[in-house]
């Protein structure tokens, strides 16, 4: 028993190294050494009594052990569980000094961070103090100055007011002045253009005034606020519409000045046809003298013989039946028929129609689109249109092209030297030997019931021309010209349609980059930015000024010949040819009167009594009150009062006729003298007046009567009289003789005078 007691002390002992909170470590703890020996010594006592009463208790010993063997397997539990507690608290213990060192840290953390945030208030604190302090300065500032004109604060807001009003107003009254400038416009441009552009000219101008009032009406709709400002930017809206209008009308001027050129070039190509012997020798010292120089002049001359084969096509067609009942006359101005089928090509391609506008709008969308995906599709948009619009030019170019090539044939050695040397005399059916027939004229086309030209379609056996866009929407075969465009009958409408397009696509063109690519580019890229916008500006004057006014020129020459010549503007050439040649003979008849009147015979005749009571108050109300005369100098004056106005060889003459004396005064006789003489004048028949002058003329040495004269006696006579005449109308007379008398050489002065005519109808057809 004392072993075991002793086995427990040992125990206690082992343990009482580590504090783990049990029993046994209180025990241990709380028992001192003296404590210890007086607790043995009663142990011993204890044991001694024990063994006393052994002999009484050797009844209860075995219920003892049982009891002794049961603590100590208790001890030795509590023992088991007082190591794992130990080894828990050495693991808790780690933990804390753990957190102990992250809380050191977060601690001093915490205090970095609280020293820097007072660091940075204070700063903050003394900016804040100084910056208040200065915005009370300006605060100070801006109450003295508000206290000096808080007297005009009112009148400034209704000024304002005032200005926004005035704005709007100066806009509205600036479209106006912008109309007044466009009729301005096509008045300066109207004295600088041919005639036969004038209805191109007033469809542009209906264009652009349409246009203006869209523009007009956005800035109302911007003034009253009709739509919202968050959906629509006015701006931008009237800017784009301004720009656009602009760029249209520049376009459209643009394509008149080129027609005008190719108006000019076909001129130059007719007045060269007209004298062929004189062309025929130039091509010759060409193909001798082949230099530079030379070949460049043999390209005009040979573009000139192109014409001369196209034009001889076009007035005496020999492979097709004549437009008319008749032939036209061989000095039809075929100039003058291409510049008005170009100008009627143009008035269509102006003439903008709810197609036009819908591309607009289409276009417009279309670019709202694009800007809103990436910079790179906006890239890609600003090169990749213009490429698509050369692109479709090039494909017109080449096919018109073409189409010219097989409808005209080209110039040869042969043919150049066949071609006739003058207008006068040629039958139609001489052209068979002169010119080959045109390609397209070439093979043929087989009956509708020989089935061994039938194609396949769908397991259909069918005639080729029943596949045509003419037979399937209009039920009517096309002819052979047709047949040489995109869609046969409806090619040349398409190709119009398709340049119109392609014009309003490079005015909305340049408007984006304007409006658009201009600033984004010239920030985002700087100095490449500029020559990006450059290089575009340039592509588009390319395909402007080039590709579409060559494509509208072969356009012309493509639809407007051959099967498809233009009766109505071939009466309004024939007609303006009639009046052109009436004003011509109006004017040289003119100059034989004065001739006449000067030199043959001088007209009388009396004044009755109302003319010589007006002359005679009109005299009087300029004359001088004392001498009673008008000086020659106030004669046109006087001549306009009684509403009589005269040319200046008009006026030379009529002065002559009022009898001046040597100071170049007039007195009222001789004034009413040369008003009779006028009146006279203008009863006589033309064909007296220029017969007697003629007649005049050509007398012989010994006074005998001259019947007959030959064309350079009667050029002659022009010559000696050239201050009378212009040489203009001096060639158009003698040419318009020569052709009525079917180049004989000589004519009877009366058929001469009888080419004189007093109005457009009754002029030799």
Not at 232 to 247: M, N, P, Q, V
Request: net charge negative.
């Amino acid at each position: 028993m004392k072993k075991f007691i002793f086995l427990l002390l040992v125990l206690g002992s082992t343990f009482g190294n580590d504090t783990s909170g049990s029993i046994l470590d209180q025990m241990d703890s709380s028992t001192s050494d003296a404590e210890y020996e007086e607790k043995l010594d009663n142990l011993e006592a204890t044991e001694t009594l024990g063994s006393s009463s052994e002999a009484s208790l050797v009844d209860t010993s075995q219920s003892a052990d049982d009891a002794s063997n049961g603590l100590i397997s208790e001890l030795l539990e509590m023992g088991v569980t007082n190591t794992e507690m130990s080894s828990e608290n050495v693991d808790l213990q780690s933990e804390y000094d753990l957190l102990q060192e992250q809380l050191a840290d977060a601690i001093g953390k915490a205090n970095t961070y609280r020293i820097d945030k007072e660091i940075k208030s204070n700063i903050l604190n003394r900016e804040i103090s100084s910056l208040d302090s200065y915005n009370h300065q300006l605060r100070q500032e801006e109450i003295g100055r508000s206290e000096e004109v808080s007297e005009a604060s009112d009148d400034d807001d209704d000024e304002l007011d005032e200005l926004e009003v005035s704005g709007t107003m100066i806009f509205v009254i600036g479209l106006g002045f912008l109309f007044l400038l466009l009729h301005g416009a096509r008045l300066v441009v109207g004295y600088n253009i041919d005639n036969f552009l004038s209805p191109a000219l007033y469809t542009l101008f209906v264009d652009i005034s349409i246009l203006l009032v869209i523009c007009t009406l956005t800035a109302l709709a911007s003034y009253f606020e009709i739509f919202d400002d968050d959906y629509l930017d006015y701006e931008i809206i009237i800017a784009g519409i301004a720009i656009f209008t602009f760029f249209w009308l520049v376009l459209g001027l643009w394509f008149i000045i080129a027609a005008q050129s190719f108006s000019t070039t076909w001129i130059r190509h007719e007045k060269a046809c007209q004298d062929m012997r004189a062309l025929t020798q130039i091509f010759q010292d060409a193909q001798i003298d082949m230099d530079g120089s030379a070949a460049k002049r043999m390209n005009s001359i040979m573009r000139s013989f192109h014409y001369a084969i196209m034009r001889q096509l076009f007035i005496c067609p020999t492979y097709l039946p004549p437009v008319t009942e008749s032939y036209l006359r061989t000095d039809f101005d075929l100039s003058e028929y291409l510049s008005r089928s170009l100008a009627s090509l143009l008035e269509e391609i102006f003439q903008l129609t709810w197609f036009g506008y819908s591309l607009i709008v289409i276009g417009i969308l279309i670019w709202r689109v694009i800007v809103t995906g990436d910079d790179q599709a906006e890239f890609l948009a600003l090169w990749a249109i213009p490429a698509v619009i050369i692109l479709i030019c090039l494909m017109i170019l080449i096919k018109l092209r073409s189409i010219y090539y097989k409808l005209v044939p080209e110039p040869t050695d042969q043919i150049i030297l066949n071609l006739p040397r003058d207008n006068f005399g040629r039958s139609p059916e001489m052209n068979e030997d002169i010119i080959p027939k045109p390609q397209y004229l070439r093979g043929h086309i087989y009956p509708k019931d020989r089935e061994i030209n039938f194609v396949n379609c769908c397991f259909i056996k069918l005639h080729p021309l029943k596949l045509t866009f003419s037979y399937i929407f209009a039920g009517s075969f096309p002819n052979r010209h047709e047949l040489l465009f995109w869609f046969d009958r409806y090619g040349v409408p398409f190709i119009i349609g398709v340049l119109q397009a392609i014009s309003i696509i490079l005015t909305l063109w340049i408007t984006v980059i304007i409006l658009y690519y201009a600033p984004v580019l010239q920030d985002n890229w700087d100095s490449l930015g500029i020559l990006l916008i450059g290089a575009a500006i340039i592509v588009y004057l390319f395909m402007a000024c080039y590709l579409v006014p060559e494509a509208i020129r072969y356009l012309t020459l493509a639809s407007k010949i051959e099967m498809k010549k233009d009766r109505k503007i071939i009466e309004e050439v024939i007609l303006h040819e009639k009046v052109e040649k009436a004003k011509m003979v109006v004017r040289v008849y003119r100059q034989f009167k004065m001739i006449y009147r000067e030199r043959v015979e001088e007209a009388k005749g009396q004044l009755d009594d109302n003319i010589r009571r007006f002359s005679n108050e009109i005299f009087f109300l300029i004359a001088d009150p004392d001498t009673k005369t008008v000086s020659i100098s106030q004669l046109e004056d006087l001549l306009s009062l009684c509403g009589v106005r005269l040319n200046e060889d008009e006026l030379r003459l009529f002065a002559k006729e009022c009898a001046p004396d040597n100071t170049n005064e007039i007195k009222l006789s001789g004034f009413q003298q040369a008003i009779a003489v006028l009146l006279a004048s203008a009863v006589l028949k033309p064909q007296i007046v220029v017969r007697a002058v003629l007649t005049q003329y050509f007398k012989s040495d010994k006074g005998e009567v001259v019947k007959d004269i030959t064309l350079e006696e009667l050029k002659q006579f022009f010559t000696d009289f050239g201050w009378h005449f212009t040489d203009e109308d001096v060639e158009d007379f003698l040419w318009e003789a020569r052709f009525l008398l079917e180049d004989v050489g000589s004519a009877n002065i009366v058929e001469i005078a009888g080419f004189i005519r007093n109005n457009v109808e009754s002029f030799p057809k």
